[in-house]
Nanobody, 122 residues
Framework: QVQLVESGGGLVQVGGSLRLSCAAS????????VGWFRQAPGKEREFVAA???????YYANSVKGRFTISRDNAKSTVALQMNSLKPEDTALYYC????????????????WGQGTQVTVSS
């Protein structure tokens, strides 16, 4: 089992920045792929970014160039730095983990966090 706890969400103006963090516990974090997803009101949950155990990274086109995913295996954390935020970035953001990188990228991770709300006001 893996437990994931997100933090760092909040209210920000258009063009602003936020940094989300996810703390993992329960298994060997360093060998897991992790990622971020989001779900806006009335929409399906969508993939945002993924990072493999050895640093391979993949982003959704909608956030490429604005968001940066990173991980700290020593602290068992993964972060999502979000810059140049837009109103359409407003969503509940979820941290996810899986044994395989592919599972994250195709949207089928094994473990999910509870989510943290990000609201971008115009």
């Amino acid at each position: 089992q893996v437990q994931l706890v997100e933090s760092g969400g909040g209210l920000v103006q258009v063009g602003g920045s936020l940094r989300l963090s996810c703390a993992a516990s329960g298994r060997t974090f360093s060998s897991s792929a992790v990622g971020w997803f989001r779900q806006a009101p009335g929409k399906e949950r969508e993939f945002v970014a993924a990072i493999s155990w050895n640093g391979g990274i993949y982003y959704a086109n909608s956030v490429k160039g604005r968001f940066t995913i990173s991980r700290d295996n020593a602290k068992s954390t993964v972060a999502l730095q979000m810059n140049s935020l837009k109103p359409e970035d407003t969503a509940l953001y979820y941290c996810a983990a899986s044994d395989t990188y592919r599972a994250i990228v195709v949207g089928r991770p094994d473990y999910w966090g509870q989510g943290t709300q990000v609201t971008v006001s115009s």
